[in-house]
């Protein structure tokens, strides 16, 4: 019996994150690869995005002294309206135990930068159906007429 191993799984990871990010920012991505100033219309400008060494748009962030992994000082970028990106924040929620908004953005914020994510992630888990039960409010109980004997 073949089993995925660790190396397919990371592979596929970089392929769909390499697919998502040229699919929603193909202009920005070819932008600076001609060592080109992008576009003020940009939505990811003001992120000061840079292509890594694995070819994919990371930000450049302030934290370039920080004692933390690479991927932590330069998340990879991903786009809020996307599948890929949906599917990724659903297995961070699920995979910490279905946390609330500001944990499971502080456990995606270690290798991904999501534009809007909080409010991505604020979606996600209003329709997690684990975290509406949960956090369900008990229903009031209706008195009904007592008899008259």
Known sequence: MNYITA??????EYFW???VQYEIYSAEILTLK???????SSEIKSLVP?????????ITGRLLEADICFGEKHPVILPRHCKFTELLVIREHERIGHCGVSATLTQLRKNYWIPKGRQLVKTIIRICLICKKYNAKPADQLSGQLPRD
């Open 7 to 12: 190396d397919e799984i990371q592979n596929a």
């Open 50 to 58: 840079y292509l890594g060494k694995d070819n994919l748009l990371r």
């Open 34 to 40: 001609r060592n080109e100033q992008l576009r003020c």
């Open 17 to 19: 994150l390499k697919y």
